[in-house]
C-alpha cells in the first residue's frame, strides 16, 4: 500500500501512532491497542497493529469510547511481548498523530520503560495534528476530518483508520497553512520547547515552566535557586527532551545532577 502525500515531504520514515488505551493517565493507564502507519519517502507504507493484554480490567467506560473489552484482549500478549518488535519498527523514524505529544507519546514512552527499552523522542520531528488543528480551529478529530478532508470519520476510534486520519489532516494542514513541509522545520515551527509541553517561552524568549510550583518561572533561574527541585524532576516520568533541558540548565551553573 502506498499514499500520496500533497503537501508534506519526507526525508525519512514517519510513523503515525494511535492507541486506544484503559483511560487517560498516561502514567497509570495501559495500551489495549496500537496501531502504527509508517510512511517512508516515496509514499511505500507499512502498518503495524497489535491488540495488547493490559494485564487489568478495560474499565466500562473505556470500552464505550474504543469498543474493547476484556473478552477482546483475553488471549492477547502483554505489551512487553509486543515491545521489541515495535521498537524495532520505529527506529530512525520521526513520529506523528493526533494528540500524540500531550498522551499517545507519553503512554508510549512509560510502556516501553516498563519493558526496559529506553524509548527517545529526542531528534526526532514529533508531528501533532491536535496541536496545530487548536493553533487555527480548536476542535476534535472528526471535526478535523470533516473540515480539513471534506469527508465524514467512519470507524471512530478503530486505531488504524484513526492513524489514516491523522496522516491525512496533517498533510492537508501543511498545504492549507503554507507550513513547512520538511518534519523537522514542522516540528521546530509548531512546537515551543519540548514534545509533552513540559515547559514554554516566555514573550522575551527565555525556556520557562509549564507546570508545579515554578509554572511561569524560568528554568535557569529554578536551576540556581533550587537545583534540588531540578534534580526531582529527572526523576518523573518527563520524556526525554524535556529532561536533557532540565541537565542542561543543571550543568550551566555547575550543579549538576547529584
Do not use: C
Request: hydrophobic fraction near 50%; avoid cysteine.
Amino acid at each position: 500500500m502506498t499514499v500520496e502525500l500533497k503537501h508534506l515531504a519526507l526525508t525519512r520514515a514517519l510513523s503515525v501512532i494511535d492507541l486506544e488505551t484503559t483511560g487517560t493517565d498516561v502514567r497509570a493507564d495501559r495500551i489495549v491497542e496500537i496501531a502504527v502507519l509508517t510512511v517512508f519517502p516515496g509514499g511505500k507504507t507499512a502498518p503495524f497493529v497489535r491488540r495488547v493484554n493490559p494485564g487489568r480490567p478495560i474499565p466500562p467506560g473505556a470500552s464505550a469510547v474504543h469498543g474493547i473489552t476484556d473478552a477482546d484482549v483475553a488471549g492477547a500478549p502483554a505489551f512487553a511481548a509486543i515491545a521489541p518488535d515495535l521498537f524495532a519498527a520505529l527506529v530512525g523514524s520521526d513520529l506523528a498523530g493526533f494528540g500524540i505529544a500531550t498522551f499517545d507519546v507519553p503512554l508510549l514512552v512509560n510502556e516501553f520503560a516498563r519493558a526496559r527499552l529506553p524509548f527517545r523522542v529526542g531528534g526526532r520531528a514529533v508531528l501533532d495534528a491536535l496541536a496545530v488543528y487548536r493553533r487555527h480551529e480548536s476542535r476534535d478529530l472528526t471535526a478535523a476530518v470533516r473540515f480539513y478532508l471534506g469527508t465524514e470519520r467512519t470507524s471512530a476510534h478503530a486505531a488504524l483508520a484513526d492513524a489514516g486520519y491523522a496522516l491525512a489532516v496533517l498533510d492537508a494542514q501543511v498545504g492549507r497553512y503554507g507550513l513547512p513541509p520538511v518534519p523537522a522545520d514542522l516540528h521546530a515551527a509548531v512546537s515551543q520547547v519540548d514534545v509533552g509541553g513540559a515547559f514554554r517561552r516566555d514573550p522575551g524568549g527565555a525556556v520557562v515552566f509549564g507546570f508545579g510550583k515554578y509554572r511561569g518561572r524560568p528554568l535557569a533561574g529554578v536551576a540556581t535557586e533550587d537545583p534540588g527541585y531540578l534534580r526531582w524532576v529527572l526523576g518523573q516520568s518527563f520524556l526525554d527532551d524535556a529532561l536533557a533541558l532540565v541537565r542542561g540548565a543543571l550543568d550551566a551553573t555547575g550543579a549538576g545532577a547529584k
